[in-house]
């Protein structure tokens, strides 16, 4: 029998005993389980979903104690970032909740009849958004709970009614199981059928599930390199399916003459400190930072960076690729290292924080080396000595979740023409702050353009990620007693609604 299993990043060693990966026979009976209960939970009231939500969200809060200790004997990322992150986690799940008690999220629509419209009669049109129907989630390694078998994948397309199966992932197996129980436990406890929610474990069950067509849709957080495999096949079944992928990103940050004389020792702090957080496996760490010629910070971020000690990174293989992107860029000809590498004998998986310099007019020519994203606690720096060569350097860099711009008020008029080259190439623009953070709110956007996910148009964080999960369904002159409740005379679930062009409740 096979089995899944992590490495603790302090010692090296296995971090528990193991667990099984999801054999054939298995899969088939839970993607068949995840069918069948797709019918029954799409047309679940939207009250139960909201029970459920809110469920699963107290019990993980209840299991707090018990979850995290286990979270950081596989991850190694601490109890003060677990803790922080289980919050969130069901933080989110609540959100989710709010978002469907507030019903905009399925887009009703109305159109009363026009028989005398021009240039043709107009029949009654009634449109809604329905689940796509069972969702395979590939859970995350840097976040064990906020982007794995509890994370937003999960909440949010259960929230727009869609059976969910997770792929656990190999970095936290045995947290993954308990969290599926506990998962579980809620669907049961709700009534509800056991396809809502399942969890599978392995590679093999992984590629297998995605070109299943009991699976409708996937989402999947992780490398560029997993993501577009599995998108491939997502993509190249006889049944195409979205697969809504967030992989690569280097996360550009520009900051101003005029900001660096303000406040450059402040920024050169701020700065070190969110390229470092989470020994530098977070995918918002800003991957590059340009600074003017002659800015002056160089003793600063050296005495930041050295001051932040090695970290635990999530495994072994993590490890060695920040090690060796590392290398690869402090042996490039134009880029110097900022301060001396530093040594970490301890046995396991360590990440010690590395900053590096190179020349925009080098950058530029280099981009398709020097814009690889390296995981882990390191940053290149890039100085420019026009706003010229800061944007011919910039429209080399591919898309990003996010790009950022640190200047004053002077700097308005003369950022206009670098927001206009960031502003195609990421899903969140930042002023004067710092990429690091992702507020679950109605308004964020957590995606980009290639490589930095699949589909720019969606979100994974935020209340819009519902929207992934389901498709617009157009009803022509039914009869009332046949239409969903959302588009029925009366508005019987008081929610927001679109009539006849004007927004009603």
Known sequence: MTLVESMNPRTGEPAGAGVSETPPAELNSTLSLAKSAAKRFATESLSGRIALLRAIAKKLDDRADELIPLADSETGLGKARLTSEIARTTG??????????????????????????????????????????????????????????????TASALAAGCPVVVKAHEGHPELSRRTGEIISSVVADQNLP???????????????????????AAGFTGSTTGGRALFDLATGRVDPIPF??????????????????????????????????GTG????????????????????????VSA??????????????????????????????????????????????????????????????????????SSLIVEYASTHELINALQSI??????????????????????????????????????????????MQHGGPWP???????????????RRWMRPVTYQAF????LPEALQDGNPLGIPRRVDGAMRR
């Open 398 to 443: 591919e898309g990003s979740l996010t790009a950022t711009i640190h200047g004053e008020q002077s700097d308005v008029q003369a950022m206009a023409p670098v927001l206009d080259v960031l502003r195609p190439r990421a899903g969140r623009l930042i002023w004067n702050g710092w990429p690091t953070g992702v507020a679950v709110s109605w308004a």
């Open 281 to 304: 496996q977070f995918c918002t760490k800003p991957g590059l930072l340009f600074l003017p010629v002659g800015h002056n910070l160089e003793s600063a971020l050296a005495e930041a």
């Open 194 to 216: 056991a396809g809502v929610f399942t969890v599978i474990f392995g590679q093999s069950a992984g590629r297998d599930a995605v070109v299943d067509q009991r699976i409708r």
């Open 92 to 153: 989110q799940l609540r959100h989710f909740a709010e978002v469907i008690e507030e019903g905009s999220f399925l887009e009703a629509t109305i159109d009363t009849p026009a028989p005398n419209g021009k240039p043709v009669p107009r029949p009654d049109l009634r449109r809604q958004l329905e689940p796509l129907g069972p969702v395979l989630v590939y859970a995350a390694s840097n976040f064990p709970f906020a982007f794995s078998i509890a994370g937003g994948d």
């Open 479 to 482: 009869p009332h007693d046949l």
């Open 244 to 277: 809504y992928g967030e992989l690569g990103s280097i996360n550009p940050t520009v900051v101003t003459r005029a900001a660096t004389r303000a406040r450059g020792s402040d920024i050169a702090t701020e700065f070190v400190n969110s390229f470092t957080m």
């Open 452 to 466: 930095s996910s699949t589909n720019p148009l969606h979100t994974s964080v935020g209340a819009t990620a519902v």
């Open 308 to 377: 932040v000690p090695a970290a635990p990174m999530l495994n072994n293989r993590i490890a060695e690729s920040y090690a060796q992107i590392s290398a690869e860029i402090s042996a490039h000809p134009s880029v110097r290292s900022l301060i001396s590498p530093r040594l970490h004998t301890e046995p396991g998986a360590w990440g010690v924080p590395s900053l590096f310099v190179t020349s925009a007019e080098n950058f530029t020519e280099a981009a398709d080396r020097l814009a690889e994203e390296c995981f882990g606690p």
